[in-house]
């Protein structure tokens, strides 16, 4: 897809964001940085986009809370997080470095421009930013493209005892030649 074709469908996102936004009078809708009052709303929030992401891998999987895994848990307290809340936390980000551990949108409010605003706002806090997404996912792996990744490897990475494979994708305007290389990443 074209450059045109990304900004075109960013700015819809964004735009139905914004009016989702100023729908309902009185209600602030925002990105902010996490407390720890958000944790019960992200751990749900977690168990559902989860169960999203890895939906299309053969078989099911077990999904392990957030709250009950002890590597995932440690993981999300040494990122920085950010939530996207109205009148109740419906997505957030989780940043370590300038790798993007998670983006998790509620069920309900996928398509409506959370997610557009959650990346928006990590790409400003990290604009060389590096994420994985299950392979199986296309429909994650397109809202990456359009909004200016592009592959850089693939992996395979455990949940449970299964392998799952993962693409590795970049922000196109920043990986440089041999960058996928030097994370370990299959081209």
Not at 30 to 42: E, G, H, L
Not at 134 to 140: C, D, E, G, H, Y
Request: net charge negative; aromatic share 10%.
């Amino acid at each position: 897809m074209g450059m045109h074709g990304w900004r075109e469908h960013d700015e819809t996102g964004y735009r139905r964001y914004l009016q989702a936004a100023t729908a309902s009078p009185g209600t602030a809708m925002t990105v902010r940085r996490y407390a720890s009052s958000d944790f019960p709303a992200v751990c749900r929030i977690y168990a559902d986009a989860r169960r999203a992401e890895l939906q299309f891998e053969d078989g099911s999987f077990d999904i392990t809370p957030l709250d009950q895994d002890p590597v995932l848990r440690a993981a999300f307290e040494e990122s920085t997080v950010f939530v996207f809340e109205n009148t109740d936390v419906v997505g957030f980000a989780a940043l370590h470095e300038t790798q993007l551990r998670a983006l998790f949108v509620r069920s309900d409010a996928r398509g409506t421009g959370v997610g557009t605003a959650l990346l928006r706002r990590v790409l400003d806090h990290s604009p060389d930013l590096m994420l994985n997404v299950a392979k199986s996912n296309a429909m994650a792996r397109r809202f990456y493209e359009r909004h200016g990744f592009d592959v850089a490897g693939t992996l395979v990475k455990q949940y449970g005892d299964r392998d799952v494979e993962y693409v590795r994708m970049a922000c196109a305007r920043h990986l440089k030649p041999g960058e996928a290389d030097a994370a370990g990443v299959q081209q």
